[in-house]
């Protein structure tokens, strides 16, 4: 069965603190995303990956760095959190194809940010 | 560049028929449908590409027009299992899709 995993379900953070959000694929995808959850503002993308040590900006990606050190994992950098950086954070992974393919989410990472 | 989805929500009894439409203002490489159940991760149902391919679920249809750059998801004989929240992506650069904001569908026995 196929996996994304993702760090913590919850996490609690102070303002100002460097958050650290790990996500874990066992597809041996190429593609690799991550996205933040807002009500009424659906899926943003932040940042993807298409290969080791790649990174592509989405299109929220201020405030936000990422690291793509292996090709099953994918982290999302924030450097120093501010309360409006509090959201759900969802990794998602995808094979490389002629076209973007179907998207495997994880669990997603709800962070406050205090 | 965000789609526009519509409705917002739907509330449906069992058995009842739905469409929830995606409209872009760019041009489109394909659409994807995804269903996000309450507290968990958005789910993959179909890909509408370019030419008229479609993969993914055998019992939800949808559309894709691309002159018009919209899709619609037609849900029939909608079942309780059907409840959550559909989310369209476009495809405008290789690979990348931008998430509408979301259709929340309730369906009531």
């Known amino acids: 069965d196929v996996k994304v995993t993702q760090s913590s379900r919850y996490l609690v953070k102070r303002t100002g603190e460097k958050v650290f959000l790990e996500c874990v694929q066992d597809m041996d995808h190429e593609n690799m995303f991550w996205y933040r959850q807002d009500p009424g503002l659906g899926l943003r993308l932040i940042y993807f990956?298409?290969?080791?040590?790649?990174?592509e900006k989405g299109d929220i990606p201020e405030g936000y760095s990422v690291s793509r050190e292996k090709k099953e994992r994918f982290s999302l950098i924030l450097e120093s959190a501010s309360t409006n950086q509090t959201s759900m954070y969802l990794c998602?992974?995808?094979?490389?194809?002629?076209?973007?393919?179907?998207?495997?989410f994880g669990p997603g990472t709800r962070l406050t940010v205090t | 560049q965000q789609p526009v989805q519509s409705p917002q929500a739907v509330i449906l009894r069992e058995g009842e028929d739905a469409v929830i439409n995606c409209s872009s203002s760019k041009a489109l490489y394909s659409v994807h449908w995804y269903r996000q159940k309450h507290g968990e991760a958005p789910v993959f149902l179909m890909i509408?590409?370019?030419?008229?391919e479609q993969k993914g679920h055998d019992k939800i249809s949808a559309s894709f027009n691309e002159k018009k750059q919209q899709s619609s998801l037609y849900l029939t004989a909608s079942q309780l299992s059907y409840s959550g929240t559909y989310f369209c992506?476009?495809?405008?650069?290789?690979?990348?899709?931008?998430f509408g904001t979301g259709t929340r569908l309730q369906v009531f026995p």
């Open positions: 990956s298409y290969d080791v040590k790649m990174k």
């Open positions: 992506g476009t495809e405008i650069d290789t690979d990348k899709l931008i």
């Open positions: 998602a992974s995808s094979s490389l194809t002629s076209g973007a393919d179907e998207q495997y």
């Open positions: 509408l590409l370019k030419g008229g």
